[in-house]
């Protein structure tokens, strides 16, 4: 099993671009997140999708949006990028015999210029 | 709302030597309780968790942690520090839609 897959790894964006964070798993979770990690900041959520087919709002959810495709795959977007945007992205899933049990994917840094 | 404090911005211990991450949380009822770690340029991994029953809970790599509700706090230990423990570690909480409520982390460095 590759777990929680992320792409891309690195992404340069310029200011006002748009991109899409893709994040797949493939153990079946019900539950995926993303989250942003900035120096001394630790890891907030931004958005989270409890059940396929749902979405809500994390504590940093301005400038973002996101969608389940479907249970596997949950997608965050950026439409207009600005520098404060610049962060290391994490995506996260958790599954029905360990709620809160979260695995993690190996990140997106993203950089806005 | 549920939130978790790490005092300690850094810490540094030798190697051999014995180490205590201190995490302090704010929740009404009994929290969900986690300790992750994350390596330099990696995703975190979960090193143990505490839901309830016995406050003191062993995770991986030989880490334990107690929970203590009188002072509102889950502290991790490990008797003795390796050098590939060097890492940063987060105390999360538990909150809505099983999502995580996340420390502003620890960094740890090993000495020689």
């Known amino acids: 099993n590759a777990g929680v897959t992320q792409t891309p790894k690195f992404q340069v964006l310029k200011t006002g671009q748009s991109m899409t964070l893709q994040c797949a798993q493939d153990?079946?979770?019900?539950?995926m997140y993303w989250y942003r990690q900035d120096p001394g900041m630790g890891l907030r959520l931004i958005y989270y999708s409890a059940s396929e087919g749902t979405t809500d709002k994390g504590e940093v959810p301005n400038g973002y949006n996101v969608s389940r495709l479907n249970k596997r795959e949950f997608s965050l977007r950026l439409e207009s990028a600005a520098p404060s945007q610049t962060s290391v992205y994490f995506c996260?899933?958790?599954?029905?015999?360990?709620?809160?049990?979260?695995?993690f994917g190996p990140g997106t840094r993203l950089t806005v210029t | 709302a549920q939130s978790v404090t790490q005092p300690d911005i850094h810490i540094t211990v030798s190697e051999g030597a014995s180490l205590e991450l201190r995490c302090n949380y704010s929740y009404g009822a009994t929290p969900y309780l986690f300790w992750y770690v994350q390596s330099p340029g990696q995703g975190l991994q979960l090193l143990l968790k505490y839901f309830s029953g016995d406050t003191l809970v062993q995770g991986i790599k030989g880490f334990e942690a107690e929970f203590k509700r009188s002072q509102s706090s889950f502290n991790l230990r490990k008797p003795s520090v390796h050098w590939s423990d060097a890492a940063e570690y987060f105390c999360a909480v538990g909150t809505a839609g099983y999502a995580l409520n996340f420390g502003k982390g620890t960094s740890l460095l090993v000495t020689p």
């Open positions: 996260a899933s958790s599954g029905d015999r360990g709620l809160y049990e979260q695995y």
């Open positions: 153990m079946n979770h019900n539950s």
